[in-house]
Nanobody, 121 residues
């Protein structure tokens, strides 16, 4: 019913920028928190940034000052603007959203398929 589709990943040189997008579609009554996670080879998945419906945000210390998360509630979309990229940012980035399909339903956690971000030295 609900699908999250990420886009915007790719290959970029160190110091460059990328903007990731994640659009939710399907049976959606409301979207609560949304966020971005990443997983590098051989590493655990980690939270990169999260944003509540009202706009409050949280960032991993490693990306503070470089990444900005935002959302467009009318479009059911969350974005991650990534500036001053470093090779250590290389990972698969996953979109996450807490979504309720009806007013009476509890929310459920959804994940996107992931988009590769590769930063070369």
């Amino acid at each position: 019913q609900v699908q999250l589709v990420e886009s915007g990943g790719g290959l970029v040189q160190a110091g460059g920028s990328l903007r990731l997008s994640c659009a939710a579609s399907g049976s959606i009554f409301s979207i609560n928190a949304m966020g971005w996670y990443r997983q590098a080879p051989g590493k655990q998945r980690e939270l990169v940034a999260a944003i509540a419906r009202r706009g409050s945000t949280n960032y991993a210390d490693s990306v503070k000052g470089r990444f900005t998360i935002s959302r467009d509630n009318a479009k059911n979309t969350v974005y991650l603007q990534m500036n001053s990229l470093k090779p250590e940012d290389t990972a698969v980035y996953y979109c996450n959203a807490d979504i309720a399909y009806a007013y009476y339903s509890g929310s459920r956690d959804y994940w996107g398929q992931g988009t590769q971000v590769t930063v070369s030295a």
